[in-house]
């Protein structure tokens, strides 16, 4: 099971609505909720209020399968691989190898 949704079922056992953990997030409970369902990445920030409300460590909530996303680049690169099709993302992944072997130095 996913870490998110095993901490979703402990909050709902727990009786902590996703609107209680929004307002300590400064987020709505709608953003809470995608969050819990694996729909929005979730921050190391965010990770421990959800382990705090859930009673329980980080380390035992997220298990071995979780990743999170704490630079803002990389959630743009997230957010934006998740629009492409599935030839426009092999493209991209194709493309990432050789961006990376250029230099930045254009002389």
Do not use: C, H
């Amino acid at each position: 099971m996913p870490w998110y949704e095993n901490t979703a079922r402990i909050l709902k056992a727990k009786g902590v609505s996703n609107a209680e953990i929004g307002r300590r997030l400064n987020i709505t409970g709608q953003a809470v909720q995608m969050k819990l369902a694996g729909r929005r990445p979730t921050t190391a920030t965010e990770a421990k209020i959800f382990a705090e409300f859930a009673g329980i460590p980080v380390a035992e909530m997220l298990g071995e399968d979780a990743y999170l996303i704490e630079v803002r680049d990389e959630l743009q690169l997230v957010e934006s691989y998740r629009l492409l099709t599935p030839q426009q993302r092999a493209e991209w992944l194709a493309y990432g190898p050789f961006l990376a072997t250029q230099s930045d130095d254009q002389s």
